[in-house]
């Protein structure tokens, strides 16, 4: 297994099947390393583990773009307009 | 730290002009107030004009001026996500044409979803419908809401099982039959007859309960299938859940009745 370098974060992501090209779009553009935890075939959504090096000039913009996916979808799946 | 995809959260509302902060790279307005006053332009200029004692266009008539201008930046980007909702359409289970690829090292283009962008355009489409249930005391009267209420839980139940069986690997055919005997039910439940014109979602639970019954229908011996929705039913579905959840609760299909 390859060492971590320092400067990288690791987050886990549970990503929907709906945005998965959106995201995988972002994570191929910026060459991010990712790894693929686990697939939850039930609830058609992945486990993707995505490193970002916090001094690449665009990794955090990237991480930034992913995490606002995630919300938005999430907001639109499973919350309300009340919750503005 | 300004980044690349400030551009994403900062923004200037379309009503007022005001810069603010969106939790959400859909959002256009700064405010529930802003996004009121705007419906109201849009959709009836004279109402917003004449209807001045309403305290929540008053806050916004000084600025009023102001407000032509900004409507004006709106239907330009208006016109934009309405050209975009056809391509999104077309597209959207395909390539997106609109996503830029990151090309230089230094800077950052941010991609957009395709998928959420086209939930965000079915919430546009449907603004009517939002208000309506937003503040249904301004449409129905007391016992058509009950009627409307009644109608809506159900409807928003039925959503939720449609999308979680979408998401499922394999739905169990006794499952779905339930769910279409319950749009079945719905259908032929006095509730539906009594239903006010205006309400929003009658076509919508109408063409459910016909696709229901034909999937129902074809599965003959199989004892599970993969239930699939197309994306753009899908988004369809999600933007109604989103407008039902705001206007009420979620309620367990066992404790729900569907037929009085």
């Known amino acids: ?84 | 730290m300004e980044t690349n995809n400030d551009h994403l959260k900062n923004k200037t509302c379309l009503n007022c002009g005001n810069n603010f902060i969106a939790e959400r790279i859909t959002k256009k307005y700064c405010s529930e107030n802003c996004k009121q006053i705007a419906f109201y332009k849009r959709n009836n200029p004279q109402t917003f004009l004449l209807n001045n004692t309403n305290e929540l266009l008053l806050t916004n008539m000084a600025n009023h001026n102001q407000l032509a201008i900004n409507d004006n930046n709106y239907k330009d980007e208006h016109k934009n996500v309405l050209s975009f909702n056809d391509t999104a359409r077309d597209n959207i289970a395909v390539n997106d044409k609109r996503t830029v690829a990151t090309t230089d090292n230094n800077t950052y283009q941010p991609v957009q979803s395709s998928f959420i962008e086209a939930i965000a355009v079915a919430l546009e489409e449907k603004e009517q419908a939002l208000f309506m249930l937003t503040y249904p005391q301004k449409y129905w009267q007391a016992d058509t809401l009950a009627t409307v209420k009644w109608i809506s839980i159900r409807l928003r139940n039925l959503i939720e099982n449609l999308l979680r069986f979408s998401n499922y690997n394999s739905t169990e055919k006794g499952s779905f039959k339930c769910l279409t005997n319950a749009f079945t039910q719905l259908i032929a439940s006095p509730y539906f007859n009594l239903l006010p014109l205006n309400y929003p979602f009658t076509n919508l639970l109408k063409q459910l309960e016909q696709e229901s019954n034909r999937i129902a229908g074809s599965l003959k011996k199989k004892s599970s299938f993969r239930f699939k929705l197309s994306s753009n039913r899908k988004v369809q579905l999600i933007a109604t859940r989103y407008m039902l959840a705001g206007f009420i609760p979620l309620v367990k299909f066992s404790e729900l009745n569907f037929e009085k």
């Open chain 1, 1 to 84: 297994m390859q060492p971590i370098p320092k400067n990288n974060n690791i987050k886990s992501y549970t990503i929907p099947l709906d945005i998965l090209i959106d995201i995988l779009k972002i994570v191929l553009n910026n060459n991010l390393d990712y790894n693929i935890e686990a697939i939850n075939d039930k609830e058609s959504s992945l486990l993707m583990q995505i490193s970002f090096d916090q001094t690449h000039i665009n990794h955090p913009k990237a991480k930034e773009n992913i995490e606002y996916f995630l919300n938005d979808y999430s907001h639109f799946f499973y919350g309300s307009p009340n919750e503005q």
